[in-house]
């Protein structure tokens, strides 16, 4: 019986206790509605859940304990002289899994019956070949050992589901019993039903929680392996990124924070400027309908995805800057580089930057200005002696978070920045960044568990570190800042 | 501020000296045109950022192709003669390319289009290289056709195509080791005796991508598809787990650690770069859970986790904006909390949810850092299947097709990367005129 | 008029000393004489928000079928103690009640009693009308439907029309049943409300200033209702109008910063108050 079914069944269970459970609500009360606690929906609610949930449970738990003690018990069927020169148990192990999953495979398809397969010996069949009728291949030929221990691999595992099967449809049907018998018109059925209900949405709040979880152990756990494998003196203080396909590679991460910095301060020198002189205007200057219009059309831009930006930089604006500046000012010959990953970067963050300034701006209250004004003071000289000065932390914020979108923002630099890793200061050069590096190492073909794999995990948890930091401090700066005016 | 009561020329006495307000103005009119051009630079990046796109990428959506007829020689493709597509099989492009490159010949003779001077090798150039597969899928599909003559259309090559849309030159040609100039003439000819036409290509939108050689057949088919899918998986999952966590957070918890810890990670989530979620996702469900790579499911599953935030945010502040006494009202009836909350706020904070469930929507279907980590770059042919089996098949993305046919060589397939963008961008702003008339239309003024 | 006359005779009151001994005193003797006519009694009651207390040591008794009003000047803690009585106060974070409140005798705050059943025989009116953004037949019938007071449409029918005609407010919308409770005239929608929470057949109906955002002509039909009201329920209004409090109420609660400073019979209030603080505030010297 497979888990589909098996969990097709609980709910089909469930459902007749959901009906079974209203009816006898009703028939307890003497179809008087008025004196039960709780509305007969409700009774069949809370059976259905004494049905389903309990078993699910157990089908859960039943679910991630087997497959660890067959695994015990089968591994115990290999001898060490079972084990080839240079493999491992755990790759036997996998041989013995696979070997039973196209066993099952070739039963599904009736290439080969039970019978046969007790009956048969690796030794003397060719299993190899059957196994790859079916689309299974096996590296080598199948020791009888190894044959022997597929075998218990899959009857223990059918024993498994059998009795997980059993056990799961027992305690649906006890739990279905036991809430049925419990049905009386004072039963406070309702209640049941809706303590279930909010421990759904309990449940729910805490993915926030267990992503962010998940994120820093995924992160941290490999980043760990990939120190065992590279000292992290060498990965936070070499000058060099020079990767190789065969081991002794340089993986510092220096001048890729190079890059990334450069470019996010490129970046920055564009956005700041022109958003926060955009925010200014729109927010003391323009007219309702300038701002009707000019408002939406810059947050356009935040709404444009960052690939549309990276496209934007690799066949319009770098090819721009090569031909008009590079090469004429002999400062290069390519197309990515920081300057165009820069200046893509900074249009991208413009929206960015002047709708959290426009808010800031906006937060300043009128009676400071109109004091100014009363002194006589212009209206510039009001923005920047008043306006500016009041509304500084919460732009100092506002330019926090840019920061860290530009640090962490990927696509645009992939596409726009180049992949040479380079401690420059030419702009027109191109250069990488962490995010490219993250990306190029865990696209490429080289063995997961090397290190040169692996670091992208640590590129990744530094960048996390860093882009948090940044976060948490502007997150605090802005909150403090909107306290003081409100 | 100290004012001088200097006296004017004309006798009057004035307030403030003439020179040092002249200078303050001057300021003043500077700082006004510095907004001004903050506004215009950000306004023209936009329009330069949609005209170059446009420009680039408009041409994807026609192409250029050719139709001639065809014997469809038994013989050839056939030889036991008893039509049985299991047979047919055997027979691979290669004898359909044969096919093919002699009915051209023949077509253009018929025709009266002179190939003099150039070898029979590149007339049959001009052709894509995937006409003889798409000839081959269609005698399979219907071996009647089998000893008929059909017309049949096909891609012109890329280069040709590109020649018509003014990408490929004569001088260009010169240099090209694909394509020569002598073909671009035929071409013209051809084109002149209505043997080649350009027109809207629907492969584009619903065919599969193809390889690096045949740029003029590559399409966003299985790239929209994988899209969709991805956003399905957003939708079912993310959609009621952000809104049962806004409601548990909004109308449930109160102001504990715990709801704290909560907040706290709900904004730090938002701000995650793209590509960290990328990781997260290769590790736990490619890795860990052992989910297939290149799938929508696994693309499904990290694009939900990203868009979770956007979606509690904008739910929890629509849930806010339901009055408290709609709350009490119900409450005061002796309506639970729970049924407080279900019967009556969450259908009147519905608008705002969907319209922050479909901005958030938009956000993921544009994502794409985190799909190049969990294998979406891979190159797919295949159409995955349908729902639920269909989100473990291998698929690309549109984002990720984009950045995929960048990579690639021929310029061909930079023009089809702008037209992807275009598809995209026009899948964006319908997702965002639909929740701005959701809001308009169910807009609330309590 | 009668039932009350009755009870006015068994809250005698004290001359002299401060409000909390002149209530709990009263209380006591009211307790003595009250029997089952006392529909709802509170015993010390004190509500917290936070540090601050909002209500201190108040004791009440409210008879059956009659109406009660409370007033005071604002901040009192009237609407607080109202919302005691049907643990509205449980919805605000960090609100805490103390004291015994008893309806026909059993303690509302016993944990063997459902909150929700306690709504459902305690019907509350606010002080704006908030009827549901439904059709107003859908704001009378919702109360019966979550607590399954209706077998059938026809039954559900039938309540929600008697609700509206007790709520004289049936012959103006019988021909828009369907329309939105929301499209009525304040007046209007303060009698849905009304009928809303007779709908529920409750015991007790609890109004906070419900007349406070009506013209005097709404207001007069809410109080014509008040006064057919009370010949089922046991009323408690709320109210800034003394006029109002005089012509609808049979006993009368004045609230002075969160202490009971008198209770008596209305006319015995408005003509005759015993507390420095009552008299001071109906002849408007404060408040
Ligand atoms: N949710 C709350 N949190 C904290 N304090 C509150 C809250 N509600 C009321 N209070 C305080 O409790 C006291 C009594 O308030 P209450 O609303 O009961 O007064 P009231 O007599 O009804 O006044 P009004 O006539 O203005 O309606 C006031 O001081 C008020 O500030
Ligand atoms: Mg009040």
Redesign the interface.
């Known amino acids: 019986m497979n888990v589909g079914l098996l969990i097709l069944i609980v709910l089909v269970i469930a459902a007749a206790g959901y009906v079974l459970g209203r009816r006898r609500s009703l028939a307890t009360a003497d179809?008087n509605?008025?004196g039960?606690?709780s509305?007969?929906g409700y009774h069949g609610q809370s059976v259905f859940l004494f049905a389903s949930v309990p078993a699910f449970l157990v089908m859960i738990v039943w679910l991630l304990v087997q497959p660890l003690v067959i695994e015990n018990q089968v591994s115990a069927l290999i001898q060490p002289s079972d084990i080839p020169e240079g493999s491992s148990l755990s790759l036997v192990m996998a041989d013995v899994r696979r070997i039973a999953d196209g066993l099952d495979l070739a039963v599904a398809r009736g290439a080969l019956t039970e019978d046969q397969i007790a009956t048969m010996r690796a030794d003397l069949t060719n299993l190899r070949g059957r196994l790859a009728d079916v689309g299974v291949a096996i590296a080598a030929d199948v020791k009888q050992s190894v044959f022997v221990a597929a075998q218990e691999y899959r009857a223990l595992n059918k024993i498994g589901l059998m009795v997980m099967s059993g056990l799961v449809i027992a305690v649906a049907v006890a739990g279905a019993a036991y809430s049925y018998s419990r049905i009386t018109p004072r039963y406070?059925a309702?209640?049941v039903a809706?303590a279930a209900?909010?421990a759904?949405?309990?449940?729910?709040?805490?993915?926030?929680?267990l992503?962010?979880l998940?994120?820093i152990l995924?992160?941290v756990?490999?980043t760990a392996h990939f120190f065992n494998l590279y000292p992290a003196r060498d990965f936070f203080f070499n000058l060099t990124w020079n990767p190789q396909f065969r081991g002794g590679s340089d993986l510092g991460i220096i001048p890729l924070l190079w890059g990334t910095l450069y470019v996010s301060f490129v970046a920055l020198a564009v956005a700041v400027?022109?958003?926060?002189?955009?925010a200014?205007?729109?927010a003391e200057?323009a007219s309702p309908t300038v701002r009707g219009i000019?408002k939406p059309?810059?947050e356009?831009?935040a709404?444009?995805?960052?690939?549309?930006?990276?496209?934007?930089a690799?066949?319009?604006v770098g090819p721009l800057l090569r031909d008009y500046f590079a090469q004429p000012l002999g400062l290069g010959s390519s197309s990515s580089s920081v300057l165009t990953a820069g200046l893509v970067m900074g249009?991208m963050l413009?929206?960015f930057v002047?709708s959290l300034s426009d808010d800031v701006i906006n937060a300043v209250p009128q009676a400071m200005r109109d004091g100014s004004y009363g002194?006589?003071a212009?209206?510039?000289?009001t923005?920047?002696k008043v306006i500016l000065p009041a509304a500084l932390p919460g732009i100092v914020g506002a330019i926090l978070?840019a920061a860290?979108?530009a640090?962490?923002?990927?696509?645009i630099v992939?596409?726009g920045a180049g992949a040479a890793a380079k401690l420059s200061l030419n702009p027109l050069e191109a250069m990488t960044t962490i995010?490219v590096k993250?990306?190029s190492q865990?696209?490429g073909d080289t063995e997961?568990a090397s290190p040169e794999t692996l670091v992208?995990?640590a590129l990744?948890l530094s960048?996390?570190v860093v882009?948090?930091l940044l976060?948490?401090v502007a997150?605090q700066v802005v909150r403090r800042y909107r306290e003081q005016y409100e | 501020m100290s004012v001088d009561n200097t006296v004017a020329e004309a006798g009057r006495p004035r307030l403030i000296r003439a020179d040092r307000t002249r200078r303050r103005n001057a300021a003043e009119t500077r700082f006004r045109i510095y907004g001004v051009v903050a506004i215009v630079i950000s306004l023209a990046a936009l329009v330069f950022l949609v005209l170059s796109i446009l420009s680039n990428g408009l041409g994807a959506f026609s192409q250029t192709f050719i139709a001639f007829d065809v014997y469809l020689d038994p013989a050839v493709i056939d030889k036991n003669g008893n039509r049985n597509p299991e047979e047919m099989k055997k027979v691979t492009t290669i004898g359909y390319g044969n096919l093919l490159k002699k009915a051209l010949a023949a077509d253009l003779e018929a025709r009266g289009v002179s190939t003099e001077g150039i070898p029979p090798k590149e007339v049959d150039g001009l052709l894509s290289k995937d006409a003889p597969a798409q000839l081959r899928d269609k005698v399979l599909a219907d071996p009647g056709l089998v000893g008929q003559t059909i017309r049949f259309e096909t891609y012109a090559n890329g280069r040709i195509d590109g020649y018509f849309k003014g990408r490929v030159t004569m001088e260009s040609a010169r240099l090209d080791s694909n394509v020569s100039p002598e073909q671009l003439e035929l071409a013209d000819r051809m084109r002149a005796a209505g043997i080649v036409s350009v027109r809207f290509n629907w492969g584009f939108l619903f065919g599969p991508d193809a390889s690096e050689l045949r740029p003029e057949a590559a399409g966003l088919g299985i790239a929209i598809i994988g899209s969709a899918y991805m956003m399905m998986i957003v939708l079912v999952l993310a959609l009621p787990i952000g809104v049962a966590a806004s409601i548990y957070l909004e109308e449930f918890a109160r102001q504990n650690a715990f709801t704290d810890v909560i907040e706290v990670n709900i904004a730090n989530l938002a701000a995650v770069p793209s590509i960290v979620f990328g990781i997260l996702g290769l590790a736990l469900f490619i890795n860990f859970l052992g989910l297939p790579q290149s799938a929508p499911i696994v693309g499904g599953l990290v694009l939900t986790l990203m868009t979770l935030p956007t979606i509690i945010i904008a739910t929890r502040a629509s849930l806010k904006a339901v009055p408290p006494s709609i709350r009490e009202a119900a409450l005061g009836v002796g309506a639970s909390k729970m049924q407080t909350v279900f019967h009556h706020v969450l259908p009147l904070a519905m608008p705002g949810i969907l319209t922050g469930t479909i901005i958030g929507l938009a956000q993921a279907l544009g994502e794409t850092a985190p799909l190049l980590l969990i294998g979406m770059v891979a190159f797919v042919r295949d159409f995955p299947g349908p729902p639920p089996e269909g989100f473990f098949d291998p698929a690309a993305a549109l984002p990720v097709q984009v950045y995929n046919w960048t990579q690639r060589a021929d310029p061909a397939f930079v023009e089809r990367a702008s037209g992807a963008i275009i598809v995209l961008l026009v899948f964006l702003l319908s997702m965002n005129i639909i929740a701005i008339i959701l809001r308009r239309r169910f807009e609330r003024r309590w | 008029m009668n039932d009350a006359s009755k009870l006015q005779v068994t809250l005698p009151i004290t001359p002299d000393t401060s409000a909390a001994v002149a209530s709990s005193a009263m209380v006591r003797e009211g307790e003595a004489a009250a029997g089952p006519d006392i529909k709802v009694a509170a015993r010390n009651v004190d509500v917290f928000y936070g540090d601050k207390q909002a209500i201190k040591d108040v004791s009440v008794d409210i008879p059956e079928r009659s109406v009660t009003a409370f007033i005071g000047p604002s901040g009192c803690g009237k609407s607080t103690f109202l919302r005691c009585i049907n643990r509205m106060n449980d919805t605000i974070d960090g609100c805490r009640v103390t004291g015994e409140i008893t309806l026909d005798g059993l303690d509302i705050h016993d944990p063997s009693l459902d909150v929700v059943e306690l709504r459902a025989r305690v019907g509350m009116v606010f002080q704006k009308p908030n009827p549901f953004p439904k059709s107003i037949y859908e704001n009378v019938a919702y109360g019966p439907r979550i607590h399954g007071l209706a077998r059938g449409r026809p039954e559900l029918d039938e309540i929600v029309e008697s609700s509206l005609r007790k709520a004289g407010l049936f012959e103006e919308v019988k021909d828009r049943l369907d329309g939105p409770g929301t499209g009525l005239s304040g007046g209007q929608q303060q009698r849905l409300c009304i009928a809303r929470a007779i709908a529920v057949s409750p015991e007790v109906i609890l109004m906070d200033e419900p007349c406070s955002a009506l013209d005097p002509i709404a207001t007069a039909k809410v109080e014509e209702l008040i006064d057919e009201l009370k010949a089922n329920y046991a009323i408690i209004i709320v109210t800034h109008s003394m006029q109002q409090a005089a012509r609808v109420s049979q006993q009368t609660a004045f609230f002075h910063l969160g202490v009971l400073a008198e209770i008596g019979s209305t006319q015995e209030i408005f003509t005759n108050p015993k507390d420095k603080r009552t008299q001071d505030y109906i002849t408007g010297r404060f408040g």
């Open positions: 179809g509605i008025r039960m606690h509305l007969p406070r309702r209640n809706e209900i909010k759904l949405l309990i449940l729910s709040s805490t993915v926030a929680i992503t962010t998940g994120i995924s992160l756990f490999e400027p022109v958003g926060l002189l955009a200014i205007y729109l200057y000019a059309a810059i356009i831009l709404g444009i995805p960052t690939i549309v930006y990276g496209l934007f690799l066949i319009t249009i413009i929206p002047s002194l006589g212009t209206q510039s000289e923005v920047k978070l860290s979108r640090i962490g923002e990927t696509m992939v596409m995010t993250i990306v865990l696209t997961f992208a995990f990744g960048l996390f882009t948090l976060n948490i997150l």
